[in-house]
């Protein structure tokens, strides 16, 4: 298993921190200024709420966009798959738990709760991993647990094959009711 260095715990940290950092540093900033304009009267017809909620939506601002530079640097495109899972199905299948294996290492493990299967039964699509890999040929295999028909348990695996090139790569596993097997089938798609 491989171990973060004190460096890369340390950015990780900070760029979880840096939005509060940056909010806390403009709210002192604001109430000094403030403080500043006691003596001073200055002709100004926004509130101190309307300038808090500006504040709030620049802060909000740039914590997107941390977060998205952060998205780039640990995952960068070169580098980077992300897998994808939707189901449509109710009448085969209920599902309780999805694992994924990469190359035959297990890269993510999700259990389901009624919540998120309700979101995903109204046509949400969960983001299940999200890493980098190797450009070459590599081995997705998702193995999907839950109840089948007659309410008995059900485990259905796919295994699908595909190259990573230098850009990103984003595949969705799908689960769909099939009428003329009385049971759910699994398939992965590129996108």
Known sequence: MKTKSHSAIFSAGFFKLLPMILLSFCLNASLIAEEANVAEPVDDSRTTAEKLEDLKSEVLAVNRDLFILEED????????????????????????????????KQVSHHLYTEKDVSALLRGAIQKVYLGNITTGEHELVAIVIGKGPRNRKYRKAVSFKF?????????????????????PKLKVVEW
Do not use: H, M
């Open 73 to 104: 640097l640990l995952f960068p495109a070169s580098t980077q798959v992300a897998v994808y899972f939707s189901i449509d199905v109710g009448r085969f299948f209920s599902l309780d738990n999805i694992k994924l294996k990469i190359d035959d």
């Open 163 to 183: 190259n990573k090139d230098t850009e990103a790569k984003a595949l969705e596993i799908q689960v769909r009711d099939s009428q003329s097997k009385l049971q």
